[in-house]
Structures are given as structure tokens and as C-alpha cells.
């Protein structure tokens, strides 16, 4: 990481010990209260629970200060998507999505916000230039793509939507702000999954939404009070809490994903394998200019469906789970949830075990399968 980023690291777990009197809790408490102390005028005083809460206010305080921008916590990485959408879209707009990402979007889009007049479109990743974005008012991009980890160039991306007069959207839920950093490259919102790694231990689910641009900023805060999509306390102080970790546990996961996607190119039971860093990926020349790390996803592709499950149920080290960025590692076949992969293909998070042991199970697993 740069000096920069690691100063941001060192310094996120003090953030609050400037405000700490003699005798205070170095940990951040859990305010577990739906009300206030409230008499008289109520302005300026905390209020109710819908309208803010120390503990929310101290995630998002460390969110801000990783991601260097505003940010606003929300109870699922869904819940900050839809915020954006349905606070800053109206009637007769259109939304660029890509066809190889997450799933769920395009799903919300398609069931409910064309019943309000907002339609939407799909491009590959990989391709996600072509064409232009004439006529789009909201550009999402998720780069790497989930589960397929293509690329496309964040930053020409912008450049040219803003020229059209979108909004950018970026979901950095695979990469962390230790990973990539959108803001950086030029998006005006980037939100995530904090479900994912920045929690890292598969006990919540949270999301967030930051942006450098304070109106859009407020309209979304202000659609979270109104809405109630609001995170509760005890999961904010539980994201709090892996955050201080992330880090750490960030750098094993990823140097632990470059090791083991050079041995599976190579392993004779995979047919392909797909991850920016490797340097016959696709992406790889890409990945090295806007990413920090290549991330902790790999994409392989096994003979059949049968392979691919027998693989990821004698491995030892891994937990057949959805969802990805624990401290365990876990893998999935994605083709089952309806995603346009092989059948065999599996996406495999690694987590933090001991690089070597987990590669020992790995390549005994897939000897087997």
C-alpha cells in the first residue's frame, strides 16, 4: 500500500481516543436505544432511533475515513443499492448495469422500479465502453464482476458517463478500500457489501453507500431516515469491530489467493482459471493500473457439475456457502444460482488459513473429485 494508505490503516482503529475522557471505554459502546433524553426544543439532540445512532455514527466514521469521503451505513449491501437507486432515479430514466455482475440489481430492477417508469440496460464487464452512455442518467459498474472477474477501466468509464451526463455508480463489494478506490478513479458513489470482508466473520449483514458529492450524499441520508432502512446497533458495532481488522486479514487473504490461482492454472483437474493476477488473465494488464491488490475471488472451471461439487464437499478447508470474503475460506458452483457460467465453474474465496495447508487440501480435494 502507499504511505497514505498506510497511515489510513495504522490510524483507524484511534479515531475515537481524541474524544475519550479519563476513565472512558477504549471500546466504542453499544447504544441499544430506540429514544432520548428529549425535553424542550428538540433541536440539535438526538431524537429517535430512525434518525441516527452513536454506534452507526462511529462505523460510518471509519468507513469515511477508509473510503475518504461521506458514507452511510445501511443494514445490507441490497439495502445501499436500492437507497441509491430509488433516491436518486425518477420515472423515465434509464440505468446501465453489467450483465455479468451480481445478480440481484438487475432482478429489483426488473420486478420493481420498471413499475415506476425507470427501465434499464446490460453490457458485459469486459465491454462495458462499447457503445457509449448517451441517454443513461445511472451507470453501475462492479469490476472485478461477480463471479466472472472481468475488468473494465473505472476511470474511462466515468470520464466518458460523466461527458454523457450519468451518474457512476461503483460497487467495490470484491475489493475493499484496500483493494481499489473508485472515488479515487473518478465514480461519484461507490457502495458495498460490508456482509463481505470488511465484517469478515460471516455474522452480519451491512452495507454502505460514500460519495465526495455532499447533495447526493444528503438525498440518500435523508431516504434512509425516511425509508427506515437503517442498520441496527449491536451490527454496526460487530462491523465496527471487523473493520479494525480488515487490513490484516485483506493482505493474507489476497496473498494468499496470488499463490494458490498460479498453482491452479497449472493443476491438471482445472480447465480454466480466472484472476487479475494472473498475467495471462484477460484483465491483468487493467487490474495493474487501477486495483491495489488483486483480490481474494478466484474463478475456476472444473470437467462438470459433478466435479465441481465433489471438489468444494471433500475439501476440508472449505465451506460450501454462499456469499464470499470470510476469514474461512468457502466456495460455491455459481452456475446453480442461475449466473452465466459453466456448469463446473466455481468461485472459490479464500480466507486466512495458513497459505500452505489450505493448498495441501486444495490440490488433494481436486485430485479426487
Known amino acids: 500500500m502507499s504511505d497514505s494508505q498506510n497511515a489510513r490503516a495504522a490510524s483507524l482503529s484511534h479515531l475515537h481516543s481524541g474524544s475519550l475522557a479519563k476513565g472512558d471505554p477504549l471500546s466504542t459502546p453499544i447504544v441499544m436505544s430506540s429514544v432520548f433524553h428529549l ?19 462511529a462505523v460510518e466514521a471509519a468507513l469515511a475515513h477508509l473510503e475518504d469521503a461521506d458514507a452511510i451505513a445501511f443494514p445490507s449491501g441490497m439495502a445501499a443499492i436500492s437507497s441509491v437507486f430509488l433516491a436518486l432515479l425518477s420515472g423515465g430514466d434509464r440505468v446501465l448495469l453489467p450483465s455479468d455482475g451480481y445478480y440481484t440489481p438487475r432482478v429489483l430492477l426488473e420486478k420493481h422500479l420498471t413499475r415506476l417508469g425507470i427501465s434499464y440496460e446490460t453490457r458485459p464487464t469486459a465491454s462495458f465502453l462499447e457503445g457509449g452512455f448517451a441517454g443513461y442518467r445511472m451507470v453501475l459498474v462492479e469490476t472485478p464482476s461477480n463471479p466472472g472477474l472481468d475488468v473494465c477501466d473505472i476511470r474511462a468509464v466515468a470520464e466518458a458517463a460523466h461527458a454523457a451526463g450519468a451518474i457512476v455508480v461503483a460497487d467495490n463489494t470484491t475489493m475493499t478500500p484496500y483493494g481499489q478506490r473508485p472515488l479515487d478513479l473518478g465514480v461519484d458513489i461507490v457502495l458495498a457489501a460490508d456482509t463481505k470482508a470488511p465484517n469478515g466473520h460471516s455474522d452480519v449483514l451491512f452495507g454502505h453507500v460514500a460519495s465526495r458529492n455532499g447533495e447526493m450524499i444528503e438525498t440518500i441520508r435523508e431516504w434512509r431516515k425516511l425509508a427506515g432502512v437503517i442498520p441496527g446497533p449491536f451490527e454496526a458495532w460487530l462491523v465496527l469491530r471487523g473493520l479494525e481488522t480488515l487490513e490484516l486479514r485483506f493482505d493474507r487473504m489476497c496473498s494468499s489467493a496470488e499463490t494458490i490461482a498460479t498453482r491452479l492454472a497449472d493443476h491438471p483437474a482445472i480447465r480454466s482459471v480466472r484472476y487479475p493476477g494472473l498475467k495471462g488473465d484477460p484483465s491483468h ?37 454462499t456469499s464470499f470474503g470470510g476469514v474461512h475460506t468457502s466456495a460455491e458452483r455459481r452456475a446453480r444460482w442461475g449466473d452465466d457460467v459453466a456448469e463446473g465453474f466455481v468461485r472459490l474465496s479464500v480466507g486466512c488459513e495458513p497459505t500452505e495447508t489450505l493448498w495441501q487440501t486444495i490440490d488433494a480435494a481436486l485430485k479426487t473429485a
Do not use: H, V
Not at 292 to 321: H, M, N, Q, V, W
Open 285 to 321: 494488464s487493467l487490474a495493474k493500473t487501477q486495483m491495489l491488490r488483486f483480490g481474494s475471488l478466484i474463478g475456476l472451471t472444473l470437467g462438470s457439475k459433478e466435479k465441481a461439487e465433489a471438489f468444494i464437499d471433500t475439501c476440508p478447508l472449505i465451506e460450501a456457502t
Open 39 to 57: 425535553p424542550g426544543d428538540p433541536a440539535g439532540a438526538r431524537q429517535y432511533g430512525r434518525f441516527d445512532n452513536p454506534t452507526w455514527e
